[in-house]
């Protein structure tokens, strides 16, 4: 459904009298598939945005190619435009114009007739729960009920692809639990999904499968499980004095049973083994046989922070 | 037939957002009528017409032509509202024509001022101006292809610079100079030889002294042709070039 070649962008900004160039994108490949919610996970300035916006037609990448929904991005654009929907990051409503007045808008932008967009409209704002606010000022709603809108609008033309830029970001647990369901009813129409997110969370439990983003470069690519197989083993966290760190990292180095081993900022010990199970009892015989006490111990499976961390040497928690 | 449709969807639009907004709906009928009541009385002994409605003659289409570039050059701040809104990125992911952004918002904007040079005209033949009909049409073509210019550069400008801060500067900075050398409020008759000479590069002074030979009634005037053509090149290319920064990326 989407297909990206080396997509590259790199923007010229002025501070004082010198120009700096960010390289935004470096060369993205992508594979997106039919019907799936495809994830795009990274830190700030990663490079999601960009891409996003390269492949929405909003900005013309400096080189690489892309096919969208059979559309060629470079020499089609306006064909492009017609079979993908678009929700930017920092919202798209105006506060003077009410829901409604805003999608029917939205839906004559692209061609639709007055009757249609207005029976479009109205089963948007039903779906999206919205018929309650949907002839009061966009100023008044909430954020998550503007939010709502927002996807409505990305969506109101029925395209093939639609593309979310951090879609709960903002919102309280409840109402991105909401958004998650209806991002899979999207999906369940047949829709493909395209979201950006920072949260671990999100990306796991939402998405069929994500790349991973740093720097303008795709670092890892693949279901979570997948993603997460990759990292062999559990994780095993210690917790410790920010003084005892350094002693129980020498204790531990070099035993047969440790694959890998970090020291946490604040204090602790990040333990890559294989079966987590095993290790633990090794693990607390190791230090006491060394005197040192510990705080905490945790098994935990790979997350996606672990991912990131193996892949960029840094935490998506940290960054 | 699309260009057109489009380009109607965004008009309504905008007229719709304008009139529900009574403020500004009241500003830009009282404003005028503030300049024809308080400013005119001044007129006659300044000009040192012979009759009250001689001085009207003189002075009404300035105040027009006045507000037809005043009302254009500071559109572009509402633009710059609806860029941070995310509005045009929103409409920029649409097929909607981008002449048509822009058109849609710049007729809107020469609607409104015609609806003034409307209030105007009729309050100043409550003061026994006297205008032919056709001449009329034609003073208001004037300024509508006048607005047309102004408030396409205004948006272009707003596009390129994205924001209040630099924008504002930089449109008082243009307008000043443009309405002290186009003889806008007082004609330039009387004016040095060196005025005179810079107010002839000055395209509005063209286009005020053209549209005070229509309201003379003057229509044979080469001022009249010359007036007209010349607002009409620039504001064709101002609505191309301001199209075109609706087409080029924009943040
Ligand atoms: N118009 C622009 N001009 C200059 N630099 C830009 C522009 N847009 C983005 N950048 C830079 O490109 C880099 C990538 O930005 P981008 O917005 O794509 O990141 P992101 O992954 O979406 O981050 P976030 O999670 O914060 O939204 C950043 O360093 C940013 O400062
Ligand atoms: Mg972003």
């Known amino acids: 459904m989407i297909e990206t070649r080396g997509l590259r962008k790199s923007f010229r900004s002025r501070a004082g009298r010198e120009t700096k160039t960010v390289d935004a994108v470096r060369g993205v490949d992508l594979d997106v598939a039919r019907g799936e919610i495809f994830g795009f996970l990274g830190p700030n300035g990663a490079g999601k945005t960009t891409t996003l916006r390269m492949l929405a037609t909003l900005i013309e990448p400096d080189g690489g190619e892309a096919t969208i929904a059979g559309a060629d991005l470079r020499k089609d654009p306006a064909e492009v435009r017609r079979r993908i929907g678009y929700v930017p990051q920092g919202g798209s409503t105006w506060d003077e114009s009410t829901a409604r007045e805003e999608l029917v808008l939205h839906a004559r932008m692209y061609g639709i007739g007055k009757a249609d967009a207005q029976r479009r409209a109205a089963r948007a704002l039903d779906a999206f729960q919205l018929t309650e606010y949907a002839d009061r000022k966009c100023k008044t709603y909430s954020g998550g009920q503007r939010r709502r809108v927002e996807i409505a609008l990305g969506i109101i033309h029925e395209p093939k692809i639609v593309f979310l830029d951090e879609p709960t970001t903002g919102l309280d647990p409840q109402s991105r639990a909401h958004m998650w369901d209806e991002i899979r009813r999207l ?45 062999s083993g559990d994780v095993v966290l210690v917790g410790l004095d920010l003084a005892a760190s350094p002693q129980a990292a020498k204790a531990l180095d070099g035993e047969p049973y ?31 046989h060394a005197g040192l006490e510990l705080r905490s111990i945790e098994l935990h499976r790979p997350s996606l922070d672990d991912v990131f961390l193996t892949k960029t040497g840094r ?5 | 037939m699309k260009f057109a449709r489009d380009t109607w969807l965004i008009f309504q639009r905008q007229t719709q957002l304008l009139l529900r907004n009574p403020v500004w709906v009241f500003v830009g009928v009282f404003q005028p009528v503030m300049y024809l009541l308080l400013f005119a009385p001044l007129l006659k002994p300044a000009l040192n017409a012979p009759t009250q409605a001689a001085a009207y003659k003189i002075f009404v289409p300035g105040l027009l032509v006045l507000l037809a570039i005043f009302g254009g050059l500071f559109q572009g701040f509402g633009l710059i509202a609806e860029l941070r809104a995310g509005v045009i990125e929103r409409s920029r992911v649409t097929p909607i024509s ?42 208001y073509l004037m300024l509508a292809l006048i607005a047309l210019m102004t408030s396409a550069v205004s948006y272009g400008v707003a596009l390129k610079v994205k924001s209040e801060d630099a924008l504002a500067p930089l449109m008082n900075t243009v307008a000043q100079p443009v309405l002290l050398l186009s003889g806008i409020l007082l004609p330039l008759t009387f004016a040095p030889g060196w005025l005179q000479g810079i107010a002839n590069w000055n395209p509005f002074s063209w286009a005020v002294d053209g549209t005070r030979a229509l309201f003379a009634g003057d229509l044979g005037s080469d001022k009249v042709w010359q007036g007209l053509s010349i607002t009409a090149v620039l504001a064709a290319l101002g609505v191309y070039w301001a199209a075109r920064q609706f087409a080029r990326s924009v943040r």
């Open chain 2, 98 to 139: 981008r002449l048509a952004l822009l058109l849609g918002r710049s007729l809107r904007d020469v609607v409104s001022l015609i609806v003034q040079a409307v209030i105007i005209t009729l309050l100043a033949l409550l003061f026994d101006l006297r205008v032919f009909i056709g001449d009329l049409l034609l003073a």
């Open chain 1, 315 to 319: 935490s998506l928690r940290e960054s």
């Open chain 1, 187 to 231: 999906r369940g129409d047949g829709m493909t999904v395209f979201i950006t997110t920072h949260y671990l969370d999100e990306a796991d439990a939402l998405c069929d499968r994500i790349a991973i983003m740093d720097n303008g470069e795709v670092v890892a690519e693949g279901t979570p499980a997948e993603l997460k197989r990759e990292i």
């Open chain 1, 258 to 288: 440790v694959n890998k081993l970090e020291t946490v900022d604040e204090g602790g010990l990040r333990l890559y083994v294989d079966e987590g199970a095993t290790a633990i009892p090794q693990v607390l015989r190791r230090l006491d």
